[in-house]
């Protein structure tokens, strides 16, 4: 059996307080109760996963999670995956698809949390990307004319928007833990 499953980053948080979990770990994915078939897995930093969902329940689930998060994204990041059970060994196949002994609920955890963490570093990458970009004129500045034709103020406030960018992509998920 092949099912779906999507990652979606919606937002800087979200608020699990009053939400009909099934059981949750510290940090970890919170495992919701939702009518029909399939799980859906929230995570505090902004995360929602579902698996094996049709796009009706996902937009009701998003739906009802929407007054719950903080700062949430113009446009959501979105990861999809399939996923095959029973296989005979976990991990993916040449085809990317991912192969599963079984869908048990700690193994749909671990694939949820990757599934997360992977939507929240492409947005991260897509920042680092940008923020850095915007340093291009003055290497090629420094390169050519030997000194920045920028003020200080503007060179420091460049280099705070990188920093802050590379803080943001290693310190909103931590990758090191898993």
């Known amino acids: 059996m092949t099912i779906a499953a999507r990652a979606f980053l919606l937002a800087e948080r979200i608020d699990p ?15 919701l109760i939702i009518e029909g078939p399939g799980h859906a897995f929230t995570f505090r930093w902004g995360a929602l996963v579902t698996i094996g969902m049709a796009q009706p329940a996902i937009d ?14 113009a446009t959501p990041v979105e990861e999809d995956a ?56 003055m290497v090629a500045m420094l390169g050519r004319r030997g000194r920045l034709g920028v003020s200080s103020r503007a060179l420091l406030r460049s280099i705070g928007e990188a920093l802050a960018a590379r803080s943001r992509a290693t310190g909103r998920v931590d990758t090191a833990a898993k």
Do not use: C, Y
């Open 17 to 31: 307080r009053g939400l009909d979990r099934a059981r949750s770990s510290p940090g970890g994915p919170m495992a």
């Open 82 to 137: 399939l996923i095959r059970s029973p296989a005979e060994a976990d991990g993916p196949d040449v085809a990317g698809t991912i192969q599963l002994r079984d869908l048990s609920a700690p193994r749909l955890a671990i694939l949820a949390e990757a599934l997360a963490k992977s939507a929240a570093l492409s947005l991260q990458e897509a920042n680092l990307a940008r923020t850095l970009d915007r340093f291009d004129p």
């Open 60 to 73: 009701a689930l998003v739906m009802t999670l929407r007054p719950r998060l903080s700062e949430p994204l």
